[in-house]
């Protein structure tokens, strides 16, 4: 069931770039500040280009079932979530559908400590043993690289389904390597620079915090060119309630504002562009994970910079859950519309 209660970390950061007389048109929630919502706060403080202008309020919710929930009860007019929040809310009942993306995939990279002695390994190499008792750390949750892990554990990083003795092989999480689900970024970084963990998984800013720190190197990135089909089931998504898409004027127009930040996010000016969206956070670690995401150009970059969710996204998750066991049972075609994304 979808949680119903208001959250207590519902704090509205109000568009800027808006006159303050101006009357909030629309509410929109999200999950967490972090760099994959970024597209997000550069839209809203950027305001909508339409007339009458619209402005825009972000409130943050302690989850993505808690931004699904704020959906559903009608105090906000759409939401940003990971792609298996949007899946698993959808499953249990909730009348969501996709309007949009915020990110194409899920940009994630293998480091390693510094001094391991043989830092470049793909994770099929981990699985069949090469690892051998070596401890590798994840990030839980939805929009965390756990997902990942288990889902390449099953199907490999090729298109074709492994045969049965390769899936043998590749059991989820198997014994070889130990791994351990860290619930944030930080806390990958800190347990490698403490040696709780030789290697970890990490998304864009925990990497960037390893490198400026020292204490690892990148091993493999798989967000490069001809990443893993699995990261392309796994972007981040906009989503609104499915029976009151008529009523909100505020929809197309967030679309194309965050597909226009996503651009500035992934151009030459990606730093100082993720610094404005994230002003918070330490400086060089945010501009070195805007680089890590923008790869310098537009058609490499982990962002929706069309602000389209891929048409075969919510599919490939869909086929990859019931490959793990999960048989969802839903209709991808209707989980998502080109009506505010082309």
Request: hydrophobic share 45%; net charge neutral.
């Amino acid at each position: 069931m979808i949680s119903t209660r208001r959250s207590i970390l519902a704090l509205p950061l109000l568009a800027g770039a808006c006159a303050p007389e101006d009357p909030v048109t629309a509410v929109i929630a999200y999950p967490e500040r972090s760099l994959e919502y970024a597209p997000l706060f550069l839209a809203a403080k950027a305001g909508l280009s339409t007339d009458p202008r619209h402005r825009v309020a972000l409130t943050q919710r302690v989850s993505g079932q808690d931004v699904a929930a704020s959906i559903i009860r009608g105090f906000a007019a759409a939401g940003a979530l990971a792609m298996p929040d949007f899946i698993r809310a959808v499953a249990d009942g909730a009348p969501l559908i996709a309007i949009g993306a915020l990110t194409q995939r899920l940009d994630c990279h293998l480091v390693v400590r510094s001094g391991f002695p043989s830092p470049i390994a793909t994770l099929v190499a981990i699985h069949l043993g090469e690892w051998r008792g070596q401890r590798i750390g994840l990030e839980s949750g939805p929009n965390g690289t756990e997902a990942f892990i288990r889902f390449v554990s099953l199907w490999g990083e090729r298109t074709a389904r492994p045969t049965p003795r390769q899936l043998a092989a590749l059991e989820p999480l198997s014994g070889e390597a130990q791994w351990t689900a860290f619930e944030t970024g930080e806390a990958l970084t800190a347990a490698l620079a403490d040696h709780r963990v030789e290697a970890f998984m990490g998304r864009p800013y925990a990497v960037a915090q390893t490198l400026t720190l020292g204490s690892g190197m990148l091993a493999q990135s798989y967000a490069a060119e001809g990443e893993s089909h699995v990261l392309g089931a796994l972007p981040t998504v906009l989503v609104a309630h499915r029976d009151r898409l008529s009523i909100q004027p505020v929809l197309g127009p967030l679309v194309q504002a965050c597909a226009r930040a996503a651009t500035e996010l992934s151009g030459s000016d990606a730093a100082n562009a993720a610094m404005r969206a994230l002003p918070e956070r330490d400086g060089l670690h945010i501009s070195m994970a805007a680089r890590l995401m923008s790869r310098g150009a537009v058609p490499n970059s982990a962002f929706a910079v069309d602000g389209k969710l891929p048409p075969d996204a919510i599919e490939r998750y869909v086929t990859l859950s019931a490959s793990a066991g999960r048989t969802l049972g839903l209709n991808a075609g209707a989980l998502a519309t080109t009506r505010f994304s082309g």
